[in-house]
């Protein structure tokens, strides 16, 4: 993104030389040239903003997926962690039921409290699994909604790029209509970018 605004500038700055040149050249620029510059280095300005904030946007989202994988592991390994403290519970309630059936009180009475205590850790793993499930689909949601608003910003630096571009194609072919169409693309332009803007209000 930052390249693309090394760009834009490089073209506007191409631009002024070729407008300085023509005016000391034998035919004049049209007057309408210098607003043209004008308006050409305010779409600069637009396209370095959009570019920022579409390079901010990307960056966040990058970081909440990477935090989205690794809650994702840790959640898979804490079920993983719940289920073989069923298994040790269910393996403990077997034992159980057959020392019950040798009546052998006191080896039954000790598998029992085996089984309580897998239980109970079950109960503190199931709160802990679920709030990670809850953090995943947090940091997920987070993602999306920065890659949403990325996606405007980073139309609007397109078409700010177009705008620029007819700018300097109107400037070399002196046709005043190339500029009117790349200032109707830009305001199409800063609607994408108004939108982006929505991410931070």
Wanted: charged share 20%.
């Amino acid at each position: 993104m930052v390249h693309e605004h090394l760009e834009s500038l490089e073209v506007h700055e191409h631009m002024s030389q070729a407008l300085e040149r023509a005016e000391h050249a034998k035919h004049p620029m049209p007057p309408w040239t210098k607003q043209l510059s004008l308006t050409t280095a305010i779409v600069a300005v637009f396209t370095a903003i959009s570019s920022l904030g579409a390079g901010h946007l990307a960056t966040h989202a990058i970081i909440y997926k990477n935090d989205t994988v690794y809650l994702q592991a840790k959640a898979s390994d804490q079920w993983a962690y719940y289920q073989a403290k069923g298994l040790k519970a269910l393996i403990y309630t077997s034992q159980y039921e057959i020392l019950k059936a040798l009546k052998k009180p006191a080896e039954a009475q000790a598998a029992q409290k085996q089984i309580e205590r897998y239980r109970q850790e079950q109960v503190g793993l199931k709160t802990e699994g679920d709030d990670l499930e809850r953090q995943l689909k947090e940091t997920n949601e987070k993602a999306e909604r920065c890659l949403r608003y990325h996606h405007h910003f980073a139309f609007a630096v397109t078409l700010f790029q177009v705008t620029i571009a007819l700018s300097a194609i109107a400037v070399l072919t002196w046709r005043k209509s190339l500029w009117w169409l790349g200032l109707g693309i830009s305001l199409i332009a800063m609607v994408y970018a108004i939108q982006g803007l929505c991410f931070f209000i």
